[in-house]
């Protein structure tokens, strides 16, 4: 199944895409996509309830905007430096465990908002991620019980302000946490859709120039292993995000750098997970 959430900023309702590629409005069943939905079995419930109500969902038109295919999240956490070429490329050392970082929830926009360059930034960035969405509460989980907390997975794009996360004092939050700087989807898709996150190519381009092309077998720390180390330090809870890193390919990587400017057009995907188109505009007061 494909989650979706549809409609004008703040006034989003839950949806599904189809098979066909046709989007349904399912607001009707009675939950939007948050933890009470995630943590009570609503993908299941959902299903069965389509089984005798699809027919009578509306179908959205062509057009509509798409907004975050879930509700706000308690937590986005994020693995930095989880593709081996791309630690090389920031000239940095592969890690010897998951190195973690938070963005802010408040930076959550559509698979196709305009991203908005920062006040002050010189140095914003592009980074196509395989976001897992958590579906069962998880503390002290094992590896091999990782993927039963999972309810599926979606497209992100973890826009980052390198001056910001790597130039200024304290922790990288300051260059990942901008409003704008998450845009996710275009749709949840759930976990029974994708048959091994661990294989999965993703691209990015910017100006129609292909930037990443890469694929999550050259993960450092697999899915499992991610799901399992988060939750040894806190909990997650249901509609939780992880962002599992990004390949080799960025903007702070080529030589000389090339950083993000208004008008710039990032476009990206991932197998399975569909893809996204965000418009750079600089912040105006």
């Given at each position: 199944m494909k989650l979706i959430r549809f409609?004008?900023?703040?006034?989003?309702?839950?949806?599904?895409?189809?098979?066909?590629?046709?989007?349904?409005?399912?607001?009707?069943?009675?939950?939007?996509?948050?933890?009470?939905?995630?943590?009570?079995?609503?993908?299941?419930?959902?299903?069965?309830?389509?089984?005798?109500?699809?027919?009578?969902?509306?179908?959205?038109?062509?057009?509509?905007?798409?907004?975050?295919?879930?509700?706000?999240?308690?937590?986005?956490?994020?693995?930095?430096?989880?593709?081996?070429?791309?630690?090389?490329?920031?000239?940095?050392?592969?890690?010897?465990?998951?190195?973690?970082?938070?963005?802010?929830?408040?930076?959550?926009?559509?698979?196709n908002d305009e991203v908005i360059i920062p006040k002050n930034s010189e140095k914003t960035d592009w980074?196509?991620?395989?976001?897992?969405?958590?579906?069962?509460?998880?503390?002290?989980?094992?590896?091999?019980?990782?993927?039963?907390?999972?309810?599926?997975?979606?497209?992100?794009?973890?826009?980052?302000?390198?001056?910001f996360q790597i130039e200024r004092s304290g922790q990288w939050c300051k260059g990942k946490g901008c409003d704008t700087f998450a845009p996710v989807g275009p749709f949840i898709a759930t976990k029974d859709e994708i048959k091994n996150p661990n294989n999965l190519n993703l691209w990015l381009k910017v100006n129609g120039e292909m930037m990443q092309n890469s694929n999550t077998s050259d993960f450092i720390f697999n899915v499992q292993h991610v799901v399992s180390h988060i939750s040894q330090f806190m909990t997650l809870l249901p509609g939780d995000i992880i962002s599992t890193g990004t390949p080799f390919g960025v903007g702070l990587g080529l030589k000389p750098p090339v950083y993000l400017k208004e008008g710039d057009i990032m476009e990206l995907g991932i197998e399975g997970l569909g893809t996204s188109k965000q418009v750079c505009k600089n912040y105006k007061a």
């Amino acid at each position: 199944m494909k989650l979706i959430r549809f409609g004008a900023e703040g006034n989003e309702k839950p949806g599904v895409q189809l098979e066909n590629g046709t989007k349904i409005d399912v607001s009707a069943f009675g939950l939007d996509y948050n933890e009470t939905f995630f943590g009570n079995n609503g993908i299941e419930k959902l299903t069965n309830w389509l089984k005798e109500n699809q027919d009578s969902c509306s179908v959205i038109s062509e057009g509509t905007r798409l907004g975050v295919p879930l509700t706000r999240p308690s937590k986005i956490v994020c693995v930095g430096l989880n593709y081996a070429q791309h630690a090389a490329e920031a000239g940095m050392e592969i890690p010897k465990e998951p190195v973690l970082f938070f963005k802010s929830t408040t930076a959550l926009v559509g698979p196709n908002d305009e991203v908005i360059i920062p006040k002050n930034s010189e140095k914003t960035d592009w980074e196509v991620e395989l976001a897992i969405v958590i579906g069962k509460k998880a503390s002290y989980v094992e590896e091999a019980d990782a993927f039963d907390h999972i309810a599926g997975y979606v497209l992100h794009n973890d826009v980052s302000e390198r001056a910001f996360q790597i130039e200024r004092s304290g922790q990288w939050c300051k260059g990942k946490g901008c409003d704008t700087f998450a845009p996710v989807g275009p749709f949840i898709a759930t976990k029974d859709e994708i048959k091994n996150p661990n294989n999965l190519n993703l691209w990015l381009k910017v100006n129609g120039e292909m930037m990443q092309n890469s694929n999550t077998s050259d993960f450092i720390f697999n899915v499992q292993h991610v799901v399992s180390h988060i939750s040894q330090f806190m909990t997650l809870l249901p509609g939780d995000i992880i962002s599992t890193g990004t390949p080799f390919g960025v903007g702070l990587g080529l030589k000389p750098p090339v950083y993000l400017k208004e008008g710039d057009i990032m476009e990206l995907g991932i197998e399975g997970l569909g893809t996204s188109k965000q418009v750079c505009k600089n912040y105006k007061a």
